[in-house]
T-cell receptor
Framework: NAGVTQTPKFQVLKTGQSMTLQCAQD?????MSWYRQDPGMGLRLIHY???????DQGEVPNGYNVSRSTTEDFPLRLLSAAPSQTSVYFC????????????FGEGSRLTVL | DQQVKQNSPSLSVQEGRISILNCDYT??????FLWYKKYPAEGPTFLIS?????DKNEDGRFTVFLNKSAKHLSLHIVPSQPGDSAVYFC????????????FGQGTELSVKP
């Protein structure tokens, strides 16, 4: 089982560039979410989805877009990258709404110059 | 506004002794609490959880205690082992908030041989 797969693992962007972080899970989980990890800030929720076609904002949604067209995929889009978005991003999924066990991907390290 | 707080960024203990990691929360609607463990360059993994209807949950060397009146939970690891060295995150969710899982800042545990 692949679990939660994130791509790319590393990315360097220039300010103003756009990119998409991909996330796919093969566990048929309804709930998916994106977090960013920054020193001293822990894991902060960016966006989440409770099923295909349904998304909602987390704690730090500004500068990020998401969509959920299938159960398996939950991409995170940065439309105009800023240095403040330099972080490690984690995608996570679970059987139901965020409670219980969240399964995390290995993370995507993004640097914005 | 940090709803889940881990005030100790780091903790160092001797192998075989007890490790106690603490977590405080401010949202009285939180009713489910979890601990995650994270090694460098990996995603967090679920460790143990507790519902608000309980005050203690045990799983092998790991025990989580919940004090609802103080809005405080703690993770006890007995005995501590060098392989326990990692960053530990506490997390909380509320049934009426879409199941969003809110994390603390993390505590880095170092277990010395």
């Amino acid at each position: 089982n692949a679990g939660v797969t994130q791509t790319p693992k590393f990315q360097v962007l220039k300010t103003g560039q756009s990119m998409t972080l991909q996330c796919a899970q093969d566990m048929n989980h309804e709930y998916m979410s994106w977090y960013r990890q920054d020193p001293g800030m822990g894991l902060r929720l960016i966006h989440y989805s409770v099923g295909a076609g349904i998304t909602d904002q987390g704690e730090v949604p500004n500068g990020y877009n998401v969509s959920r067209s299938t159960t398996e995929d939950f991409p995170l889009r940065l439309l105009s990258a800023a240095p403040s978005q330099t972080s490690v991003y984690f995608c996570a999924s679970s059987y139901w709404q965020g409670t219980g066990e969240l399964f995390f991907g290995e993370g995507s390290r993004l640097t914005v110059l | 506004d940090q709803q889940v707080k881990q005030n100790s960024p780091s903790l160092s203990v001797q192998e075989g002794r007890i490790s106690i990691l603490n977590c405080d929360y401010t949202n009285s609607m939180f009713d489910y609490f979890l601990w995650y463990k994270k090694y460098p360059a990996e995603g967090p993994t679920f460790l143990i959880s507790i519902s608000s209807i309980k005050d203690k949950n045990e799983d092998g060397r790991f025990t989580v205690f919940l004090n609802k009146s103080a809005k405080h939970l703690s993770l006890h690891i007995v005995p501590s082992q060098p392989g326990d060295s990692a960053v530990y995150f506490c997390a909380a969710s509320a049934w009426n908030q879409g199941g969003k899982l809110i994390f603390g800042q993390g505590t880095e545990l170092s277990v010395k041989p």
